[in-house]
């Protein structure tokens, strides 16, 4: 699987009173990168939906490394994995730009159900592994 990834700049709005980016935006920012990732691959989030597939985060594992600042250029990574028959991951970074900083990891685990509300892998996840 190749790395899909997106560029971004933060913008004044997102951050503290410390005048970095508040650590739940973070999670804004990696969301989006996954939401562009499907897009690219085909798949519109909100169109899952509307079919009766509930794609959702069942766990969040994110390590912060470094903070951005207001005004920061950075891309945001993304990869997936398999975890289990019923389960997959994103694995996505973020690092500043132009050097490639690390600023954070992050491990993103979802599951499916369908309309009947029972657990799936439909075959339009598959393809994203």
């Known amino acids: 699987m190749q790395t ?5 700049a933060v913008r004044d709005y997102e951050c503290d009173l410390q005048g970095v980016v508040n650590n739940a935006v973070y999670q804004n920012y990696t969301e989006h990168a996954r939401h562009e990732f499907l897009k690219s691959r085909g798949l519109d989030f909100a169109a899952l939906t509307a079919s009766g597939l509930h794609v959702m ?16 250029v950075f891309r945001v990574s993304v990869k997936t994995e398999r975890v289990s028959r019923l389960r997959m991951a994103f694995v996505q970074q973020i690092t500043l730009l132009p050097e ?10 979802v599951a499916a159900v369908n309309a009947q509300g029972r657990p799936c892998f439909p075959e ?6």
Do not use: H, K, Q, W
Request: charged fraction near 25%; glycine fraction near 6%.
């Open 124 to 129: 339009s996840l598959e393809r994203l592994l």
């Open 57 to 72: 985060v069942i766990r969040a594992e994110l390590d912060y490394l470094r903070s951005l600042c207001s005004g920061d």
């Open 100 to 109: 490639g900083r690390p600023i954070l990891n992050a491990r993103f685990v």
């Open 4 to 8: 899909y990834t997106v560029d971004m």
